[in-house]
């Protein structure tokens, strides 16, 4: 995984927990520092495709972290 990818991955963990929603996309891409939309949505597809996180397409806020640190 990216160093982006690791950052976003807990970023969203620590946003979830301490607010009960998911951060939108602008939200995660300022955390991480990437410079464009098209950045970030490919560290959240990337994060998707490892089934580090599950989103619904087109769904505001729908990003869930899926816990495999168990």
Do not use: H
Not at 31 to 54: D, F, H, P, Y
């Amino acid at each position: 995984m990216q160093r982006k990818d690791n950052a976003a991955l807990e970023f969203i963990r620590v946003y979830i927990s301490e607010r009960g929603y998911a951060p939108n996309f602008v939200e995660i891409m300022e955390a991480v520092g990437e410079t464009s939309k098209a950045g970030i949505t490919r560290v959240i597809n990337r994060l998707a495709a490892e089934q580090k996180i599950s989103r619904v397409p087109g769904v505001a806020r729908s990003i869930t972290v899926i816990d495999s640190r168990d």
